[in-house]
């Protein structure tokens, strides 16, 4: 497979550090059949299971975040296709019968819709679940990305939840492991997949399922002011007060959908496990955080992300000016004329993230224009404040980041003078100083490097390790962490460093890209990563074999230092972040 790094290392990094690039596939299931000798799902009418209410569905639940709990259900189930017979390649679905594509040993199974399109009076809700489809939903292509602003306008569709399954081709002896990825992108762009991609997806699933006997599913959902718009009109017309959570609504949907639909792929239901990386695992965290999402996953792994998110007054706050922006100020109406603007005007309305600005350098993730909101309801509380309380949805938990996260959008040619300036604009003198002695020009041999180490500390490094700290001290299920240390070759690729989101391509196993290619060492790293995450999705416990163990965290701040050799650790700028947490606000 071929990609290209820089897709990897500056699409999402410009929009708030956070990879912008594709995401792969995973799934969930409850028991039975393999993608080739799938079963019909049984179908229950009646009430849904659903976390509200409105009602109806496919599956019989309500829609996420509506009225009320468990609606007043629907068709239910199979019945979409009671009269189709599963064969190899055709699953049978709550919403229809799905037919992918033999790729090797996998199937593929793209663009499979898990909610109703949320458009016109959609807009802004949450998700409703899918009609029953007519007839078998083609699913050998990816569904197209949500809504997004470029730099060139918007691209991108509202009719966009869908999601993609990679399963096994042999029918398995027992039901599968389940992994579930979020991609990353700032809450503001990303996609699971691009559609043009079939035949060799940025993030696919092939390699997790024919190396490790894995699914793997992966997930559109709502971005920017589609996915994270709060707005007073919106507050005062949910029954919960709720707003500026839909794209958390969007994925607590689609594991919903997972836990009702990923037997007929061979999958466990019991054994899901989700994972994103940046925004992606901004929004786990929350997940783990949200009472919507209880009982949908029993492991959550974070790959540069932080516990975060802003009040509701915050994202009122941003929802109100860009309302104003479009021309919808007045409050009495403001609803009504957000909802029949051509989509394109209000994405592209959204407030601009300089990620490469010194304020933006030294801020925390949880000033990210949007993402997850504390509206009562979705969160009652920050993710971190309800992980240290241990009012969390319990789960093995394994978190890490990447060494020079923010290294590619540095500027290179930053003075010590303008270095020592921002320091002391964020911090205040005194701190400042505090600050400068521990991420000394003197130590790290330039300001870039310098600023490089503190940012990366600052906005992921440090709030993961309150993040595991936070768990560790209020569950019994185990917590892990890592740190990507490994810097590619050459003398431009290895300057990045272990830059933001290049864990990804060793993860999903791209052994290539059109100026570089894997060596043995990195390869053999590749195998290594992907059999670390996939035995943690199995088993709960990433351990296995003859790789070197990965100890449980605990006071003395173990972690797993990912290079291509690797080692077990203690201590990573403790005495950093030590500093760094005593000057939080």
């Keep these: 497979m071929k990609t290209s790094l820089a897709r990897v290392a500056l699409s999402g990094l410009a929009l708030g550090l956070a990879c ?21 799902s049984a179908a229950s009418g009646g009430g849904g299971s659903g976390a509200t209410g409105n009602a109806g569905g496919s599956a019989g639940a309500g829609a996420v975040g509506g009225e009320g709990r468990g609606g007043a259900g629907g068709a239910g189930g199979a019945a979409c296709a009671a009269d189709v017979t599963p064969e190899p390649g055709l699953v049978v679905t709550e919403g229809g019968a799905v037919r992918g594509a033999l790729d090797g040993a996998t199937y593929s199974f793209k663009g499979i819709p898990y909610a109703t399109p949320p458009v016109g009076p959609l807009r802004f809700r949450p998700p409703l679940p899918p009609a029953c489809a007519e007839g078998e939903i083609d699913a050998t292509a990816f569904g197209p990305q949500c809504l997004q602003k470029t730099s060139n306008g918007a691209e991108g569709s509202e009719d966009c939840l869908t999601l993609n399954v990679w399963a096994p081709a042999e029918p398995p002896p027992a039901p599968r492991a389940v992994m579930v990825f979020f991609h990353g992108g700032g809450n503001v762009s990303g996609a699971s997949a691009n559609p043009g991609e079939e035949a060799a997806p940025f993030l696919g699933g092939r390699p997790f399922v024919e190396q490790s006997d894995v699914i793997l599913v992966t997930a559109n959902y709502r971005l920017g002011p589609m996915g ?18 839909y794209g958390l609504y969007d994925q607590v949907a689609a594991l919903r959908w997972v836990r009702d639909n990923i037997a007929a792929f061979g999958g466990d239901p019991s054994r899901v496990m989700v994972f994103g990386e940046s925004a992606g695992a901004i929004d786990s965290c929350a997940l783990m955080a949200s009472p919507l ?54 994405v592209q309305a959204q407030p601009a993230y300089d990620a490469t600005s010194m304020g933006t350098l030294l801020d925390s993730l949880e000033r990210l224009p949007f993402g997850p909101t504390v509206d009562g309801y979705a969160l009652t509380d920050t993710p971190l404040a309800t992980l240290e309380a241990g009012n969390h949805n319990h789960a093995a938990f394994v978190a890490g980041t990447n060494a020079d996260e923010t290294e590619p959008v540095v500027s290179y040619f930053l003075s010590e003078a303008d270095y020592a300036q921002a320091v002391h604009d964020a911090f205040g003198q005194a701190a400042g100083d505090d600050v400068l002695s521990l991420y000394s020009v003197v130590a790290y041999g330039n300001p870039h490097e310098a600023m490089t180490a503190l940012s990366s500390d600052l906005k ?15 569950q019994s299920e185990p917590v892990r962490r890592y740190l990507f240390t490994h810097a590619l070759d050459g ?40 059999g670390y995450w996939t035995r943690f999705a199995m088993q709960a416990d990433p351990n296995g074999g003859s790789s070197t163990a990965w100890p449980a965290y605990d006071a003395l701040d173990p972690y797993l230092a990912l290079d291509t050799v690797i080692e077990d650790k203690t201590g990573y700028h403790s ?7 005593a000057l939080r606000p």
Aim: charged share 15%; with cysteine; hydrophobic share 45%.
């Design 575 to 581: 005495a950093e972040c030590d500093l760094l947490d």
């Design 228 to 245: 994270f718009l709060a707005h007073p009109a919106l507050v005062a017309e949910d029954a919960n007060g709720s707003a500026g959570n």
């Design 293 to 346: 999402a209880q009982g949908l996953f029993s492991r959550v792994l974070m790959e540069s992300g932080a516990c975060v998110a802003q009040t509701l007054a915050e994202r009122e706050a941003t929802g109100t000016t860009l309302a104003g922006a479009v021309g919808c100020s007045d409050p009495a109406t403001a609803l009504d004329c957000l909802r029949l603007l051509d989509g394109a005007t209000v």
């Design 20 to 40: 912008g690039c594709s995401s792969p596939p995973g799934g969930e299931g409850s028991s039975g059949s393999a993608a080739t000798a799938s079963t019909t």
């Design 460 to 474: 992921f490094g440090c709030p993961t390790r309150r993040a595991v700290r936070a768990a560790t001290a209020t």
């Design 491 to 530: 003398v431009l690729l290895h300057g990045l460093g272990a830059f933001h989101a290049l864990e990804l391509v060793f993860v999903f196993q791209h052994d290539g890209v059109p100026t570089y290619a894997f060596d043995a060492d990195e390869l053999a790293l590749s195998h290594a990563m992907l």
